[in-house]
C-alpha cells in the first residue's frame, strides 16, 4: 500500500522527528497576513524560536550539545554528520561585516586591540 500524506521530517541521522500539536494565540491580523503571504507557521514558528535561542539549541537537529566561539555556534551531533561540520549561526566580522566561514575567512585578533577582525579585512 502506497503511503498517504507527506513524507515525515528526518534529522541528521535520517530518522523521524517527533512533533507534537502547539496551539499558539496571535492577533487575528497576523494570522491573516501570514495566510495571505502563504507563511507555514509551523516551520516559521520553529525557524524564530531556533534563531531566538541559537545559543542554547541547534537550529538544525534541536540538541543542546552546543558551544559558541568567535566563529559562530557549533553543535557536536550535526558535527559528525554534516559536511559543514557542525557549523550554524556564523557570526559577523565586528570590523567589514563579512559573514565568517569556517575555514575560509576565520577571525583574527587585531594587534594593539581587544577586538577581533579577519582575514579579509585590510591590516
Same mark, same amino acid.
Given at each position: 500500500m502506497k503511503p498517504v500524506g507527506r513524507p515525515p #521530517? *528526518?534529522?541528521i541521522n535520517g530518522e523521524p522527528i517527533k512533533k507534537c500539536l502547539l496551539n *499558539?494565540?496571535?492577533p487575528v491580523e497576523l494570522a491573516d497576513f501570514l495566510r495571505r503571504k502563504e507563511v507555514n507557521r509551523s516551520k516559521l514558528f520553529t525557524k524564530v524560536v531556533g #534563531?531566538?535561542?541559537a545559543n542554547e539549541i541547534c537550529s538544525k537537529c534541536f540538541s543542546k550539545d552546543i558551544t559558541e566561539s568567535p566563529v559562530g555556534m557549533h553543535c557536536k551531533p550535526c558535527a559528525r554528520y554534516d559536511h559543514k561540520q557542525g557549523w550554524y549561526h556564523l557570526k559577523r566580522?565586528? /570590523?567589514c561585516g563579512i559573514q565568517y566561514k569556517?575555514? /575560509?575567512n576565520v577571525p583574527l585578533a587585531i594587534k594593539g586591540s581587544d577586538n577581533w577582525g579577519c582575514q579579509q579585512c585590510p591590516e
Open positions: #521530517q *528526518v534529522d *499558539v494565540t496571535i #534563531q531566538l535561542y566580522c565586528s /570590523v569556517p575555514g /575560509v
